[in-house]
Structure formats: structure tokens, C-alpha cells
């Protein structure tokens, strides 16, 4: 998701806080947002840094490995982000039980979190239902994008061009009978989703199962939350009140992630 940054002559710097420090991690965001490599001009206008400040900065990036310099001489973010991003999405899934608690506590079926990572969903947190009959899907376990409400509250509000390419790399391979399998009808669904603020999968990954999944606002990765479970369960009347509670605790969710003093129980 798009990071808002202020100039940095805007910005003041936290209390205590090492401006270098504090510029140089504004750098790595810029760059993030920017798809991940930049020219050094690029970053002066959106920073509103001098160009020797940012070429001091990136040289120290460069030599601790978080950003490498490439043949054209652009700036690419580089590999040791990799080890860190790991563990971050590893922390988030734990930062998130509570709140998926709540959810299977008020909806009684299981509760996911899913983040995009490349053209796949992974999970990194669930928390399953007391019901002997429950949905169960592995942390860990990467599904393709197009066949799970998960994956359309990821995308919805992914530029459509971003979509087809995305489903041009990996296909659509149908799950069930009732998988989208072509890229208008996907795209027409992540319309929906927009239109509703919620994503249906509705027998697409597993036949019997439904699961309802909501965005996390404003999350410093692409994350998304959502619960599973048997269709006769997981009815349309039931989705009216499981919705407006999906859409509450994952605000209440990004609150806790942006928070400086990390996350709260929910």
C-alpha cells in the first residue's frame, strides 16, 4: 500500500530520534513505494533532500547490504532486507492472534491472516475454530491469488494492469468448479470488492467452504484477514454480521501495527 511521506524539512524528528537514522529508513520506504529502484534524483524530489545528503546516506546503505547500486547506476533495495522482511512477517502473524481470537471467539469459525508475497498469498497466522467440523490451512501455506477471498481483499485496489500481469505469471488454474478463471471475471470480482469493502469466496479454493476476508488499512505490508468455514455455516445471512465485525478489528488492527508502542491485545 501507498506510505505517505512528509518533506523532510516538514518532518520533525522524533524525540531522541538520529535524523540520519530517520532519513535514511525514509529512503528504504521511498524506495519500497517506488517499486523498489530509484535514480538518486528521483529521491531528492520526493524528499525534498539535497542530493549530496542522499548520496552520503545511500553509499552507508550500500555498504551494510540493504541497498545495492546497479549497473545503470540506479539504487535497488538489497538482499540482507530480505532476512529482516522474513522476520517481520513472522512477528506480524504473531501480533495478529489476538485479534483473530476475537474473531473466532464472536463468529466461532476459524480466523486467517494472509499477506501478498509476490504473485502468491502466504498465511502467517490463523486461529482455528472450537467447532469439531473447521477450516484449517497451514501458516505458512501459499495459494494462488485468484482463487481466494483473501487474495481479492489483497488486490482490489491494485491497478488493473498490475492484476493481468500478475495473472499472466501464474495462470488460473480452477480449484473447483465455481474458480474464476479468466482475468475479466477476476477483475470484475475485485470491482465487488471495492463496491462492498469485503471479498466472497464462495467454493472457489475447496467446495464446502466459504470465507469472508477484509483488507488491513493502512498496513505497512498488503495484509488481509478473514474467516473460513462450511458453507452451511457461512451463509448470506451470516455475512451481515460477520462483515462490519471483520471491518472492525482490522481497523482496530492497523491502529495497533502503527502504533509506536507496537501492537495491543485486542
Known sequence: MPTSHATDAAKPAASGGVQSLERAFDLLERMADAGGEVGLSELSASSGLPLPTIHRLMRT????GYVRQQPNRRYALGPRLI?????????LGTWARPYLARLVEETGETANMALLDG?????????????SMRMFTEVGR?????????????????????????LARTGMPAATEKTITTPEG?????EQVRSTGYAVDDNEQEIGVRCLAVPVPDS?????ISISGPAGRVTEAATDTIVPLLQEVARELSAALSSTGGASGA
Open 119 to 131: 504473485d502468491e498469498v502466504v498465511y502467517v497466522a490463523q486461529v482455528p475454530s472450537k467447532h
Open 83 to 91: 532476512r529482516l522482511g522474513e522476520s517481520a512477517s513472522r512477528l
Open 186 to 190: 477476476f477483475l470484475a470480482a475485485l
Open 142 to 166: 501459499r495459494v494462488l491469488p485468484h482463487s481466494t477471498g483473501v487474495g481479492k481483499a489483497l488486490l482490489a485496489h491494485t491497478p488493473a494492469e498490475e492484476v493481468a500481469a500478475l
Open 220 to 224: 505497512p505490508t498488503a495484509a488481509a
Open 61 to 64: 546503505l550500500v555498504a551494510c
